[in-house]
């Protein structure tokens, strides 16, 4: 890998940090496409994982005092059951038709439920297990889980302050099946270094932007994300149609 590759691989890895930590999502949406491009769709993939990982553990260890293991519990239950039906469904579906409807579902949901409290079906441990099941769903077969926690999250008004750390948690149990199930990446000894390097940074960044950041402005940084991811999945389904 070059040192530019590096070099554009640590700025994506620290922009994706700092968003992860003042919103509790993000670090996949931003720098994945990136990763993917510089190392290849097979490890870049597994490098996001690993990184991911590596975001939601130290974020969850600065913010876990706010956490709410159940909610986060009832979350990944679903999810990691829907992975094997993901994968099955990304197997003999066409991706673009599939990366189209998705980013499709999560966009209308998000506009409804931004539009209408009616809309808001996400409520209760019902919603959870439907919220942790389509994220888990997208997680392996379009790479973006965080749309559907974000719903969730609006749907239910959830607290950011409880957001951050639970997503973390969520996360985390859903980026180690994917890892226990993929492996590790294959990355110079020297280029893993650099990006945990900036990763670091960019959660430091992201500390400090916390602080600054109303919960009310980070809630609106969560659904625009949101809505990014699901214009991203659609744009990418619709490109490789």
């Known amino acids: 890998m070059s040192l530019a590759g590096v070099s554009l691989l640590a700025m994506s890895v620290v922009a994706g940090a700092g968003t992860q930590r003042v919103t509790g999502l993000g670090f996949a949406l931003v720098s994945s496409p990136l990763l993917v491009l510089v190392a ?28 709410e293991v159940r909610r986060a519990l009832l979350l990944l239950a679903p999810a990691l059951c829907l992975v094997p039906v993901g994968a099955y469904v990304a197997r003999h ?25 009616r809309a808001r079906v996400f409520r209760g441990p019902g919603g959870a297990a439907v919220a942790g099941a389509l994220s888990g769903f997208m997680n392996v077969t379009a790479g973006v889980g ?41 990355v110079p000894r020297s280029t893993l270094l650099v990006l945990l390097t900036a990763l670091t940074g960019g959660i430091v960044v992201g500390n400090v932007l916390a602080r600054r950041v109303s919960p009310d402005q980070a809630r609106r940084a969560v659904v625009a994300l949101a809505l990014l991811g699901g214009l991203a999945t659609m744009v990418k389904g619709v490109l490789t149609w």
């Open 40 to 67: 290849g769709p097979f490890n870049g993939v597994l490098l996001a994982n690993v990184l991911s990982l590596t975001v939601n553990l130290v974020v969850l260890a600065m913010t876990w005092r706010e956490v």
């Open 146 to 186: 965080g749309p559907a926690m974000a719903l969730y999250a609006v749907s239910t008004d959830w607290d950011h302050r409880r957001f951050v750390p639970s997503v973390q948690l969520y996360s985390a149990g859903l980026n180690l099946g994917s890892i226990a199930a993929k492996g590790l990446p294959h």
């Open 93 to 117: 579906l066409r991706p673009p038709v599939l990366l189209v409807l998705i980013g499709a579902l999560v966009v209308i949901a998000l506009v409804a439920v931004l539009a209408s409290d």
